[in-house]
């Protein structure tokens, strides 16, 4: 089974500081894309990051960056100089290729504090 | 930039009563996602379309049907609403091209009384 994993509910982190989620994942399929939405207060879900999974190469899109470890199954994204903005959960998430059907992680609710 | 349209918004229904989401994807995407979003919960998938037909189907219950129309948009049909079936749904619109990535809609909250 395909599964995906978030072991902290929630987080928080000062303004301005840098902050690490855990994501986890099990599949036995080598071509998949992974990635990280943000669903704030109003509920919209934001894509935050992609990752595709031949890529050596870990995705940055400005504060957003992500470790990927491939072998460890193992995709963390790491929040730089965090905003208030950023309060919102986080949801991990992946596709196989060939499928276009998302598997989610249960999701960490991340609290930036001023 | 054109986004995923939903309507309504918020929608408010009577147990056993019948309630129709609609959603518009964004121009040119060629597949459509039905989302289902308890309170703290992960959105579960219920159901695709690619071209206009059913593509993929998750944990949708048998009184739900959807159905995606010529202009591409699509529509969740929910009969016998029940009071679990209060959650946000959400609509996602995505091109069929591995890793693109969805693009949500900002949802339906629907709340069954």
């Known amino acids: 089974a395909q599964t995906v994993t978030q072991s902290q509910p929630e987080m928080s982190v000062q303004e301005a500081e840098t902050v690490t989620l855990s994501c986890t994942y099990d599949t036995s399929e080598n071509n998949y894309y992974l990635f990280w939405y943000k669903q704030p207060p109003s509920r919209q879900m934001i894509l935050v990051i992609r990752q595709e999974a031949y890529k050596q190469q870990n995705a940055t899109e400005n504060r957003f960056s992500v470790n990927f470890q491939k072998a460890a199954k193992s995709f963390s994204l790491k929040i730089s100089d965090s905003q208030l903005g950023d309060t919102a959960m986080y949801f991990c998430a992946f596709i196989t290729s060939g499928t276009y059907k998302y598997i989610f992680g249960t999701g960490t609710r991340l609290k930036v504090l001023a | 930039a054109a986004g995923v349209i939903q309507s309504p918004r918020h929608l408010i229904k009577e147990k056993r009563e019948t309630a129709t989401l609609k959603c518009y994807p964004i121009?040119?995407?060629?597949?459509v996602y039905w989302y289902q979003q308890g309170p703290g919960q992960d959105p579960q998938f219920l159901i695709s379309?690619?071209?206009?037909?059913?593509?993929d189907k998750g944990s949708i219950p048998d009184r739900f049907s959807a159905q995606q129309f010529s202009d591409y948009h699509s529509e969740l049909n929910m009969s016998s609403l029940e009071l679990g079936d209060s959650a946000l749904y959400f609509c996602?619109?995505?091109?069929?091209?591995?890793?693109?990535?969805?693009?949500f809609g900002s949802g339906t909250r629907l709340t069954v009384v």
């Open positions: 379309f690619y071209e206009k037909m059913q593509s």
């Open positions: 996602a619109s995505s091109l069929t091209r591995p890793g693109y990535g969805y693009t």
């Open positions: 121009p040119r995407h060629d597949t």
